[in-house]
């Protein structure tokens, strides 16, 4: 079975969970994409859900979908929200951002009353860091918050190089917020509480990839079936 079909299936359990009149956040990556497709396919057959998205991409794919779409300030309160991960721990705490959508997703994963992630079980990791942590920054004065990023990372023990993203014609990546990414490349993060609260002090910093507390579930695809941690 190939990657793809794992992150459909995950997508398609994670389906269960929704029940009319539910207020949905619909996260962004090729995961996420699988649910939003099922979703739509539901919401064709009367399905009533309200969602709110967490990138332009994805806002895009609901709505051509039909799926009926509200935004935080309208809906501030959400019941459940779906995302993918590029890594998830045994304690749930996750590494976002591949997507360059973490600033929205994290607001949408904490104004929702439960997030769940879906993904492919090779996600799931013994010790965040092998997947890059997403910084995203303020463009002003960039090299005075990379230098402070670098200095919370030893603070904390995490020690590594930044790498400012850009896309494949080599621009800068800019994203949904007007925001630039430094990817940290860590290997591996020993205390991600401490690393997460050193870089959130940082003024340039807007938000990083490392979301701790927020997630309730993962539904993990694999081979051998769906392994779900969390309740
Ligand atoms: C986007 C994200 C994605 O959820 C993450 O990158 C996983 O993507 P995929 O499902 O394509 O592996 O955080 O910012």
């Known amino acids: 079975m190939s990657s793809d079909d794992l992150k459909k299936q995950a997508a398609a359990r994670a389906l269960e969970l929704v029940t ?14 699988h649910f939003v497709d099922l979703l739509g396919a539901r919401v064709a057959e009367g399905l009533d859900v309200l969602c709110v998205s967490t990138s332009e991409v994805t806002e895009a794919q609901a709505r051509a979908l039909s799926i009926p779409m509200s935004t935080l300030d309208a809906t501030p309160e959400l019941d459940l929200t779906i995302d993918g991960a590029d890594e998830v721990d045994r304690e749930l705490r996750l590494i976002k951002g591949g997507g360059a959508a973490l600033l929205r997703e994290k607001i949408v994963a904490a104004a929702s009353a439960r997030m769940v992630v879906i993904a492919d079980d090779t996600k ?9 942590l997403p910084i995203e920054i303020v463009p002003f004065g960039m090299e005075a918050t990379r230098r402070a990023v670098l200095a919370a990372m030893a603070g904390a023990g995490a020690a590594g190089d930044l790498v400012l993203r850009r ?12 925001h630039w990414i430094l990817d940290a490349h860590l290997g591996e993060i020993a205390e991600p509480e401490s690393l997460s609260t050193a870089l959130a002090a940082i003024p340039g910093v807007v938000e990083h990839g490392l979301f701790i507390g927020l997630a309730d579930a993962a539904i993990l695809a694999g081979a051998a079936g769906l392994t779900v941690l969390g309740r």
Do not use: H, I, N, Y
Not at 124 to 132: D, I, K, S
Not at 167 to 178: E, I, M, P, R, W
């Open 124 to 132: 799931l990791v013994e010790r965040l860091g092998r997947f890059p």
């Open 20 to 33: 009319p009149g539910m207020r949905l956040g619909l996260g962004t990556g090729s995961t996420a994409k």
């Open 167 to 178: 896309k494949a014609d080599g621009s800068v990546l800019v994203t949904d917020g007007g």
